[in-house]
């Protein structure tokens, strides 16, 4: 999808609320043509009067021109919102993405399910090019939460890690019900396989045609039923 103002501010206060704190101030958002860079908060530096240096006039941009899927763009948004909220606390990293910026990456990604990397340069079909294209047999747990987002899950074909998934993260207070699957698609080929306790947000909407055709999983008691 292209980045669109209404659906980078949209975004930008719902992550602002759920993983900032809601301490980060409106700021303006552009769009660019650059194909250079896919997302880049901007500001400006002056000295203080009393010594020290300030960051002010913050600015986000998205580019336009490389179509990414809703969860990578979200991804480049949230990556953006790191480096907004280091600046506008005035704190001083180790480096452009150093100590601060990775901590709170690492932080975002294993607790909101995120994906959010250090560098988002590359496009989406520079990416895709490296996934295998051939379609294999996963065991996907599909996670739906109660506040409507949808994630998935890619998980190893043994019983006891699938158990595992399934029972603690399906008791997850956020968690409405957690699904398994016997899928045969090479879309969920992108997808890491392990047992952590994690989900990879996406577009319900995207899962209609990989899923198309997967068999259900049942769990009954202790055994598993396709």
């Not at 480096?83 to 975002?108: C, E, K, P």
């Not at 998934?165 to 992108?190: I, S, W």
Request: hydrophobic fraction near 40%; charge should be positive; include cysteine.
């Amino acid at each position: 999808m292209k980045a669109t103002i209404p659906f980078i501010r949209e975004r930008f206060e719902q992550f602002n609320a759920q993983m900032f704190g809601g301490q980060l101030p409106q700021l303006p958002i552009r769009l660019s043509h650059a194909r250079t860079f896919v997302g880049m908060c901007t500001f400006k530096r002056r000295r203080l009067l009393g010594g020290g240096m300030e960051n002010y006039d913050f600015k986000l941009q998205i580019s336009t021109q490389i179509d990414l899927s809703e969860c990578e763009l979200e991804d480049t948004i949230i990556h953006e919102m790191i480096h907004y909220y280091i600046g506008v606390h005035q704190w001083r990293d180790t480096s452009a993405h150093g100590r601060l910026f990775r901590q709170m990456m690492n932080d975002i990604n294993e607790r909101f399910g995120r994906q959010v990397t250090v560098s988002h340069q590359s496009t989406k079909a520079q990416r895709e090019q490296t996934v295998d294209k051939e379609p294999h047999y996963h065991v996907v747990a599909v996670v739906r939460f109660k506040d409507g987002r949808v994630g998935i899950k890619v998980l190893p074909r043994i019983s006891q890690r699938i158990f595992y998934y399934y029972q603690h993260v399906g008791a997850h207070q956020d968690v409405a019900h957690v699904t398994l699957y016997m899928a045969h698609d090479a879309f969920f080929n992108r997808f890491p396989n392990s047992s952590a306790l994690k989900v990879h947000f996406v577009n319900e909407d995207d899962l209609t045609a990989p899923l198309k055709g997967a068999k259900f999983i049942s769990v009954e008691g202790n055994k598993l039923r396709i």
